[in-house]
């Protein structure tokens, strides 16, 4: 057997095990056994075979089942084995005068290895232990695996490998495989839900030649055969809106989004949207359907409304708790933002009081930051902050009392914003001076300032009518029904640094212990 010449494979780099296996595939071609077989002999999932026993119709049935050998117990002539598939776990009972020829002395016992894929054809049979297994007739070779199983992984440093090694970490962590069935099962159920309510699921472009629908720098790349460059969607937005100008009253969508900002513990420059439209409704319409949604949610995945993240009991029973931004931060820091109207002034009532405010943020980002920092973390329940200032709510529409806010809400969880939502501008020359005042903090540095789209403006000359919108990410969403702390456990393929700069950090944290 010629191996590649690569690193990957240099005698020198590998372990006893790792070479111990590449000499067992050498064994099994010389035997004249496929390592590599393009099919697989399958009549029956484990979770299927073990269903025949239980319903009592397994009597003299023969089934062949395939998997992962997770277990191998070699006892002179007779062997038992775990075999492991997608829906559960069998044993396998080998016996040397039950395998064709020397297969059983020369295949079974010197060239097979634990984490190798084999199918297993013979009757159904229970052991004098009561363990359910299969009697092994015919042993079918499917893969070989040439890295040794590995072991769970522990402690905080660890978390980097298992983010970049995310099959190594499936394989190693079962709760981890529950994890991301759980997130499929969320949405699935939001899917479930909104389908339920007449919503049409769509999909909009995630190359666009103009961005929009958020405050976030985007990614940027180019079109080589149209000589175009395009930026990677940071919300589905604008071209949803369009649909309802269109003719459509109620429609959502969900997928990914991509923002050129930084990673945390609830940001991911990928991650995963949903956001709905309906028209006719305001942002109290939706801040209903939204309650409802999760909770909705919540009984299909839990089978009840209470949710336990980090030691907290959540409970997401509707009605959730309405407060008035303004009042939040009042009540968190003691300034009432509306009495400094002004970034300057804003800014020296709170350095006045302690704090450090940004001296490049606009008044409204001051606002927002006094949010995050003194309210946000303590929202554990869930809680509907409504009634934004104008200043950070371009796509917003004004308030019919206060023409300083919007009619604005964002929803939170477990510390965290889950999700935001707006009664929707569809007054075309109020979006348009509300994307020109954006154009003038962009031309005065502001990176995350809107564009101004005006293929969307025209759209609206052509009329929409009131409409509520709304998003929310998937990702921390299943945070808090997963009880995880990081975006970065419910992420398969997390954004992680390079391994290089992986390993400059580290080197610096030991030099700093």
Known sequence: MNLPAHPLFDPERLSDQEQSR??????????????????????????????????????????????????IRIMGKMSFADLE???????????????????????????????????????????????????????????????????????????EKRYRRRYVDLLANPPVREIFR????????????????????????????????????????????????????????????????????????IGRDFRNEGVSFKHNPEFTQLEFYEAYADYNDVMRR??????????????????????????????????????????????DYESYPDAASLAAEMRRRGHEPDPRSSWGKLVDSLMAKYVEPNLIQPTFLIDYPRDVSPLAKGSPTDPRQVERFEGFMAGMEICNAFSEINDPIDQLQRFLDENYRARHGDEEAHPIDEDFIEALCYGMPPTGGFGMGIDRLTMIFTDTDTIREVILFPHLRSIKEEEEAESVEMAQE
Do not use: C
Request: overall charge positive.
């Open 85 to 159: 598939d997608g829906t559960g776990v069998i044993q396998l009972v080998l016996r040397k005068d039950s395998l064709p020829g020397d297969f059983y002395d020369n295949v079974w016992k010197r060239l097979i290895d634990l984490g190798d894929f084999v199918g297993a054809t013979g009757p159904l049979v229970v052991t004098k232990t009561g363990e359910l297994s299969v009697e092994v007739r015919e042993l079918q070779f499917l893969s070989k695996t040439l890295k040794p199983m590995p072991d769970k992984w522990h402690g905080v440093r660890d978390r």
């Open 182 to 253: 759980k997130r499929a099962a969320i949405v699935r159920a939001l899917r479930e839900y909104l389908d339920n309510e007449g919503f049409l699921e769509v999909e909009t472009p995630i190359l666009q030649p103009i961005y929009g629908g958020a405050a976030a720098r985007p990614f940027i790349t180019h079109h080589n055969q149209l000589h175009q460059d395009l930026y990677l969607r940071i919300s589905f937005e604008l071209y949803l809106k369009r649909l309802i100008v269109g003719g459509y009253d109620r429609v959502y969508e």
């Open 290 to 335: 939204a309650e409802e949604m999760v909770a909705y949610v919540a009984r299909k995945v839990t089978g009840g409304h209470t949710i336990t993240w980090q030691g907290h009991t959540i409970d997401v029973t509707p009605p959730w708790r309405r407060i008035p931004l303004r009042q939040a931060i009042f009540e968190a820091t003691g300034i």
């Open 22 to 71: 590449l000499k067992n595939l050498q064994g099994l071609i010389e035997a004249g056994i496929d390592p590599y077989p393009a099919r697989a002999k399958r009549t029956h999932t484990i979770a299927a075979a073990r269903a025949l026993y239980e319903q009592g119709k397994s009597e003299g049935q023969e089934v062949s089942v395939a998997g992962r050998l997770r277990r």
